[in-house]
């Protein structure tokens, strides 16, 4: 159960990021980035969640939005990250990887003993 709990905040304090990730090199709709954070295993996330949060980063100046038409429906807001997010998004990745690499070593470590 702690574990869990433990997740849940990594989930929250990673999501934006990821969210960042898949905006990288395409621009993508909301629910588009539903479906795409659900496919992996341990991202899943609802509407409620991802509206909120891009609009956040829309706030903050870390994605912009454009109006496309769409060929199912009315037209969708696409969201592309801004150079303030791609320096976000790097900055986040090698705090990331040293923190990973960190905890993973202490955990190795603790097998052995």
């Given at each position: ?10 989930r ?8 960042l ?59 592309t ?33």
């Amino acid at each position: 159960m702690v574990a869990e709990k433990v997740f849940t905040q990594l989930r929250r304090g990673t999501l934006e990021f990821c969210v960042l990730a898949l905006l990288q090199g395409e621009p993508r709709y909301g629910f588009e980035l539903v479906k795409a954070l659900g496919e992996v295993d341990g991202l899943v996330t609802t509407e409620g969640t991802i509206y909120p949060l891009l609009a956040r980063l829309r706030r903050e100046g870390l994605v912009e939005t454009s109006w496309q038409e769409s060929e199912s429906g009315p037209p969708r807001r696409y969201y592309t990250s801004t150079p303030e997010g791609s320096r976000a998004l790097a900055e986040f990745t090698a705090d990331w990887q040293r923190f990973c690499a960190s905890v993973d070593k202490i955990l190795q470590s603790g097998r052995r003993g």
